[in-house]
């Protein structure tokens, strides 16, 4: 036995851990420096967008100097921010009322999405499944409940990851049993969601497909329309039949779904919401710097509409941003967006506008986020997740202002909030899915 070599051993062994201490603190040092650079950098970027606006403005105001006064009194008056002059009135969802654990089992959940009525949660997850569950079973007393929420649950296979989900909002408002699925392997589907919500009729009732991953799907609030859209730059827009006809007891086969258009862009349309009551879809395609709106009473008539706000309109400026937009939500009053950076900037805007009303900071995002918003059924405050923070981020709109985090134990991936109750849905990397109340 040689003692003096396992002695030397031992040392060099704690040697050994104890540098690897030290580089481990080093790591956390450099990793929270980092951040603070992150955080520096998109406030940099913004300085420059908003210089970059402001001399746009004055060479823009020197070329057509005839028009001067007028031009400055419309830059003063924003009459999109009248909606925002006061603050919220504090009532948001901020409570998680509701934990749902590994519906998805081993698997992640990746998109979320309430019924109108906001008794039904769907979430889509790695595992190729869409999962239907009665949340409010999760409210009964006892620690079983949650469990049996998750229990009780409808599991509808889509072969894929889900990478989106939405409900149909229904004729005139009034929900009906749809919701769609989009995946990874580019397919959308159409699953009947029986309000009894039943095995046996939960069912795929119609697919089609994209040549690429879907990127997001969304429902017209006033008629059966629903657009979706791919990393293969298209957008398709589908007119549902027959729909009404699963309320009366009628055979749910009789279901069909026409395409009516399709739109064709240079580059993966990231970003979709319906606008002014379904009149308009609104779009943002990468490497551009607009948002671009099709009136679809209009004949899908286009127009454009600067991110870098009024003041760049007609400057070589107007052509570049430093951003991408990968979330949009219309307000719950149809007047204005919300969108989602990849610079740890949310931005708000009237829409079928360039007039900017409100710029949102406080967060984390960069290029390999994944950032989305959605805004409170009183249109008085916005949510978004944050970066390498397990959180939601709840800004007041009317004073920019970030008034609470509502934590959590992993990466928020998804948000969905109602337009009509207090009630605000999300699915995080913990393998949960959360369903926030109003803290009463």
Same mark, same amino acid.
């Given at each position: 036995?040689?003692? #003096?070599?396992?002695?030397?051993?031992?040392?060099?062994?704690?040697?050994?851990? &104890?540098?690897?201490?030290?580089?481990?603190?080093?790591?956390?040092?450099?990793? /929270?420096?980092?951040?603070? #650079?992150?955080?520096?950098?998109?406030?940099?970027?913004? &300085?420059?967008?908003?210089?970059?606006?402001?001399? $746009?403005?004055?060479?823009?105001?020197?070329?057509?100097?005839?028009?001067?006064?007028?031009?400055?009194?419309?830059?003063?008056?924003?009459?999109?921010?009248?909606?925002?002059?006061?603050?919220?009135?504090?009532?948001?969802?901020?409570?998680?009322?509701?934990?749902?654990?590994?519906?998805?089992?081993?698997?992640?959940?990746?998109?979320?999405?309430?019924?109108?009525?906001?008794?039904?949660?769907?979430?889509?997850?790695?595992?190729?499944?869409?999962?239907?569950?009665?949340?409010?079973?999760?409210?009964?007393?006892?620690?079983?409940?949650?469990?049996?929420?998750?229990?009780?649950?409808?599991?509808?296979?889509?072969?894929?990851?889900?990478?989106?989900?939405?409900?149909?909002? %229904?004729?005139?408002?009034?929900?009906?049993?749809?919701? $769609?699925? %989009?995946?990874?392997? %580019?397919?959308?589907?159409?699953?009947?969601?029986?309000?009894?919500?039943?095995?046996?009729?939960?069912? /795929?009732?119609?697919?089609?497909?994209?040549?690429?991953?879907? @990127?997001?799907?969304?429902?017209?609030?006033? &008629?059966?329309?629903?657009?979706?859209? *791919?990393?293969?730059?298209?957008?398709? #827009?589908?007119?549902?039949?027959?729909?009404?006809?699963?309320?009366?007891?009628?055979?749910?086969?009789?279901?069909?779904?026409?395409?009516?258009?399709?739109?064709?862009?240079?580059?993966?349309?990231?970003?979709?919401?319906?606008?002014?009551?379904?009149? *308009?879809?609104?779009?943002?395609?990468?490497?551009?710097?607009?948002?671009?709106?099709?009136?679809? @009473?209009?004949?899908?008539?286009?127009?454009?509409?600067?991110?870098?706000?009024?003041?760049?309109?007609?400057?070589?400026?107007?052509?570049?941003?430093?951003?991408?937009?990968?979330?949009?939500?219309?307000?719950?009053? %149809?007047?204005?967006?919300?969108?989602?950076?990849?610079? $740890?900037?949310?931005?708000?805007?009237?829409?079928?506008?360039?007039?900017?009303?409100?710029?949102?900071?406080?967060?984390?995002?960069?290029?390999?986020?994944?950032?989305?918003?959605?805004?409170? *059924?009183?249109?008085?405050?916005?949510?978004?997740?944050?970066?390498? &923070?397990?959180?939601?981020?709840?800004?007041?709109?009317?004073?920019?202002?970030?008034? @609470?985090?509502?934590?959590?134990?992993?990466?928020?991936?998804?948000?969905?909030? *109602?337009?009509?109750?207090?009630?605000?849905?999300?699915?995080?990397?913990?393998?949960?899915? @959360?369903?926030?109340?109003?803290?009463?």
């Amino acid at each position: 036995m040689d003692l #003096l070599a396992d002695i030397g051993q031992e040392d060099q062994l704690t040697s050994a851990r &104890e540098e690897n201490r030290v580089l481990l603190a080093k790591v956390k040092e450099l990793t /929270v420096r980092v951040h603070e #650079l992150n955080a520096s950098n998109a406030a940099l970027l913004a &300085e420059v967008e908003m210089y970059r606006a402001e001399f $746009a403005s004055s060479k823009s105001s020197s070329a057509i100097s005839d028009n001067i006064e007028e031009e400055s009194k419309e830059a003063l008056v924003d009459d999109g921010a009248d909606d925002f002059v006061t603050a919220g009135n504090g009532m948001f969802a901020s409570d998680p009322a509701v934990n749902l654990q590994k519906m998805h089992g081993i698997s992640n959940p990746l998109c979320c999405s309430l019924h109108p009525n906001d008794t039904l949660l769907a979430t889509g997850g790695a595992d190729g499944n869409l999962i239907l569950c009665r949340w409010g079973v999760a409210l009964a007393p006892g620690e079983e409940s949650s469990k049996k929420a998750v229990d009780d649950s409808i599991k509808v296979s889509c072969g894929a990851p889900v990478i989106c989900t939405a409900f149909a909002q %229904g004729n005139k408002g009034r929900g009906c049993p749809l919701v $769609a699925a %989009g995946c990874m392997d %580019g397919s959308v589907r159409i699953i009947h969601c029986g309000l009894d919500l039943e095995g046996s009729t939960s069912r /795929v009732l119609h697919s089609f497909k994209h040549e690429k991953y879907v @990127k997001t799907i969304c429902w017209s609030p006033s &008629e059966q329309l629903m657009a979706s859209a *791919s990393a293969d730059g298209t957008i398709k #827009l589908h007119r549902v039949g027959s729909v009404m006809n699963m309320f009366d007891g009628s055979d749910a086969d009789e279901f069909s779904l026409e395409i009516i258009q399709s739109m064709h862009f240079d580059g993966p349309v990231e970003a979709m919401c319906f606008v002014d009551n379904g009149k *308009s879809l609104c779009c943002y395609v990468r490497g551009t710097s607009y948002l671009t709106y099709f009136d679809l @009473k209009d004949d899908y008539k286009q127009s454009k509409y600067s991110l870098n706000g009024k003041a760049a309109i007609g400057d070589r400026f107007d052509d570049h941003v430093s951003f991408s937009v990968l979330s949009l939500q219309c307000s719950p009053n %149809g007047k204005y967006v919300a969108a989602a950076t990849d610079v $740890a900037r949310n931005i708000i805007m009237e829409a079928k506008s360039d007039r900017i009303v409100r710029n949102l900071y406080g967060h984390n995002n960069d290029g390999f986020s994944n950032p989305k918003i959605a805004w409170s *059924s009183s249109g008085q405050y916005i949510y978004g997740n944050s970066q390498n &923070e397990n959180c939601v981020c709840v800004w007041d709109v009317a004073s920019a202002a970030m008034v @609470k985090r509502l934590e959590g134990d992993g990466f928020v991936r998804d948000i969905y909030s *109602s337009s009509t109750t207090d009630t605000v849905a999300t699915v995080s990397f913990d393998k949960t899915a @959360k369903v926030w109340l109003n803290e009463m």
